[in-house]
Structures are given as structure tokens and as C-alpha cells.
């Protein structure tokens, strides 16, 4: 008889602990299984090293009782911190899969002490950025969330129709030169909508070869020069942060737009603020910053009449979460029938 596997949902607000269940019930039909729900709360300084995994403990103790309650070999979670103290805890864990393009929560050298297992969600929020992306752009180009304040906010029919101006009125993305740095799963996407609105689309990413939608520009200078808006989609590394700092700014066409629903440390947020004071980018559309939250008193905040800010929404549709839990449920159904894992880190 196939033995029971065990199997902790610590899921959020967001990747429901149901909708977990509910992928593993549906991928594991012919195998036994339990599954115990948990649902954390939402950290409040997001994860992205091992060091700040090893100092998220506001759930250790609530994701070891789950899991050592019934012995629990698999861990499926969103945001749980697996640190070294809720391995040692727990030695029945052998497999964790984070519903997220990146196990950023585990502790991977931990892991691997344990000989643990680490499996990730790859390609979940493609979609839902690159139309958050694309939402963003035409936003911060038509002014349409100042348009809305002033409307709805303040009552003024008036104010608003200042943007019926020719000084104040916005561009439109037909015959528009956007540039992307990065051309990976969202920029890839991102690239194809623009095409369909008529813009004029360059593409810089050196990694990325064969064909692509728009004109492929081989250096980071000549795409900041040709374009009148920039959005980024490259990879977070040693080498990209940073990436579009004061020189870059200055390359663009005077009163750019810049749109950054990436990653926060792409971008030089004190320069792009000079850039802002100076004219040399008129709008900007940002969804991530270097520092998360961003701080209450943070410059970019003085430039609500230019600048479109969310707060790290990009990858936040229903359909992410659903994907989510069904990519992750996918894992745990192959490693249940002892298959080669999809999306294993290392």
C-alpha cells in the first residue's frame, strides 16, 4: 500500500491555503494524502537574501508546530520563512516548494544540510506584469490617475480639463519610440502589446538571441538615446543594479518617461528624482523601489503630479495565485510518483 504523504498548505492572503489544497487534491487523485492548512500573515520587509530569511522568525514558531503536527514531509508556501531553525525543527520535511518566481524564503545552504529539496514557480505573473506594465505606461502617459484625483477627489471638473491642453496633454504610444531593457518572459509580452498599439519597439537584452518583436539595439546607450519612454525588465544581479542611474537618465529624449514594474534596484530612485526636478524625464511609472515599503518621507512622493506609484502590485491578479498553487501542486505530484521535479533549484 502507497504510503500517506503528508503535506503542510502554509499559504497568505494572497495564495489562499485553499487554493493550494485544491491543486493537490485535484494532482494527487490517485495517491493518499493529508494536507493541514495554515495561512500566514504577510511579512513586512519582503525577502530577497538568505540573511533576511535567517532573521524573518514572526512565523517560525507557527510553521514548525504545522509541520511537526502529523510529520509532515512536504511544505508548500508562499511567503513561510524555511530558515535553518524550522528545518532542525522538523527532519520529516523533504521537499518545499515556494508558490513564487524564486525561493527567496528558504534558507537553500540549509537545505541542502538537510537534503532537502527546493522547488519554485517560475513564469506564475508573466502575464499579470507585463498588463500591469503596459497599464502603467499609458497611465503615466496620460496623467490618468491625477486626472482622477482631481475629478473625483477634488471636485474640479476644471483642473482636469487643463489636461485638455496642448502643453498638458499626453503622448500616445502609436508611432511612440519605447525602449525595453530586458527582454525576458515579460518583457517578451510586454514587447508584443506595444507592437499592436503601433509603437515603434527597441529591445536591448544581450542575453537573449533569435527573433524578437521590435528592432533589436545592441547597446544599453543607443536604446537610451532613440527612446522617449524606457521600461525595465531585466534580471536583478551584481551587474544590472543600478543599471539606469544619472548618465543613463541624461541619455534619454528630453521629458522621457520612465517605467519600472522589475525590480526597485534597477533603477537609481535619487536620480531619477534629479531627472524629474530637471525636466529631463518628464512622468514616471513605478511599482517597485529599492527600499520596501517605501519609506514615508521618500522624495518620489513630492512628484505626485508626474509620477504613477504602486505598491508592488504587478504580479497580483487571481490568476497568479491559481497558477501558483497549480505549478506548485504539479511538483508535489511528481515527486509523489518519484518523477524528475520540474523547477528544482540546483
Not at 500566514?40 to 504545522?66: C, H, K, M, N, Q
Not at 524625464?281 to 512622493?301: C, I, M, Q
Request: charged share 20%; net charge negative; with cysteine.
Amino acid at each position: 500500500m502507497t504510503e500517506t504523504l503528508r503535506v503542510v498548505a502554509a499559504g497568505d492572503h494572497f495564495v489562499l491555503p485553499s487554493l493550494i489544497t485544491a491543486a493537490i487534491t485535484e494532482e494527487l487523485r490517485e495517491h493518499p494524502f493529508t494536507v493541514r492548512e495554515l495561512e500566514l500573515g504577510w511579512p513586512l520587509e519582503p525577502f530577497g537574501t538568505v540573511a533576511e530569511v535567517e532573521e524573518a522568525s514572526d512565523a517560525e514558531d507557527e510553521l514548525i508546530d504545522a509541520l511537526r503536527d502529523g510529520g509532515a514531509q512536504v511544505l508548500v508556501t508562499q511567503m513561510g520563512p524555511v530558515t535553518e531553525r524550522v528545518l532542525e525543527a522538523c527532519p520529516e520535511v523533504r521537499l518545499v516548494v515556494v508558490c513564487r518566481g524564486g525561493p527567496v524564503n528558504v534558507n537553500l545552504d540549509a537545505a541542502k544540510t538537510h537534503d532537502v529539496r527546493v522547488c519554485f514557480a517560475p513564469g506564475r505573473n508573466a502575464a499579470a506584469t507585463a498588463e500591469f506594465t503596459v497599464g502603467m505606461m499609458l497611465a503615466a502617459l496620460r496623467r490618468i490617475p491625477q486626472a482622477h484625483e482631481l475629478l473625483s477627489g477634488q471636485g474640479s471638473w476644471e483642473a482636469g480639463a487643463a489636461y485638455y491642453t496642448y502643453e498638458h496633454s499626453g503622448l500616445e504610444l502609436e508611432d511612440l519610440p519605447v525602449g525595453l531593457v530586458g527582454y525576458g518572459a515579460v518583457g517578451s509580452r510586454v514587447a508584443r502589446v506595444l507592437c499592436a498599439f503601433g509603437a515603434r519597439v527597441m529591445v536591448y537584452d544581450p542575453y537573449v538571441h533569435g527573433e524578437i518583436h521590435g528592432l533589436r539595439v545592441g547597446a544599453l546607450d543607443e536604446l537610451l538615446h532613440r527612446s522617449q519612454v524606457i521600461t525595465l525588465h531585466a534580471r536583478l544581479t551584481t551587474e544590472t543594479r543600478g543599471l539606469i542611474g544619472a548618465r543613463e537618465l541624461a541619455l534619454l529624449r528630453p521629458g522621457a518617461v520612465v517605467v519600472n514594474v522589475a525590480r526597485g534596484p534597477l533603477l537609481d530612485e535619487e536620480a531619477l528624482c534629479d531627472a524629474l526636478e530637471s525636466g529631463q524625464v518628464s512622468a514616471a511609472a513605478l511599482d517597485t523601489y529599492a527600499r520596501e515599503p517605501l519609506p514615508a518621507g521618500a522624495r518620489l512622493f513630492g512628484f505626485a503630479d508626474r509620477v504613477v506609484l504602486t505598491p508592488h502590485l504587478g504580479g497580483a491578479s487571481r490568476a497568479v495565485a491559481e497558477k501558483a498553487a497549480r505549478i506548485a501542486a504539479a511538483e508535489v505530484g511528481r515527486w509523489a510518483r518519484g518523477e524528475r521535479l520540474s523547477h528544482q533549484l540546483g
